[in-house]
């Protein structure tokens, strides 16, 4: 099976945000955060393999893919913290963090590189006028 890939517009996601919201209300942010997850692994399973023979690229590579995928401006992998910059799924005015699909993209990012499981939190979004998205990621059970 060829792998494909589709593209929708920030005005598309965040009107089917709101179906979904419609109908599970906050329950459906979990939802979210499993689709990431399942994105994440695919960008990581890219990311290994590009960066094969120099594992340093590997958080390089997935920023970039991140980006060149249109879920952000900008991202930057340090330690534990990731910082981005243009999510897509940012909602101005929202007052909570709306980055759900992301964090679920980060935390399968994290545990792909270290074959150990993560929690992934948004401590910062630009939905609640935060500059930036920001995301602390913790080995589970630490």
């Known amino acids: 099976m060829t792998m494909r890939t589709i593209r929708i517009s920030k005005d598309e996601l965040l009107e089917i945000r709101k179906i979904y919201e419609s109908v599970m209300s906050y329950a459906c942010y979990g939802l979210f955060f499993r689709e990431g997850e399942v994105l994440g692994r695919n960008m990581a399973e890219i990311a290994m393999k590009s960066s094969e023979g120099n594992k340093d690229r590997y958080f390089e590579v997935v920023g970039n893919l991140l980006a ?4 952000v401006e900008k991202a930057e992998f340090s330690g534990d913290s990731v910082v981005v910059h243009g999510s897509i799924e940012v909602e101005e005015g929202k007052g909570m963090p709306t980055c759900h699909i992301l964090k679920g ?32 990621v913790e080995r589970k059970g630490v």
């Open 68 to 71: 060149g995928r249109g879920w």
């Open 105 to 136: 993209i980060i935390k399968s990012i994290y545990e792909s590189y270290f074959n150990e499981s993560f929690s992934c939190e948004e401590v910062e979004c630009e939905s609640k006028g935060d500059e930036r998205c920001m995301f602390k």
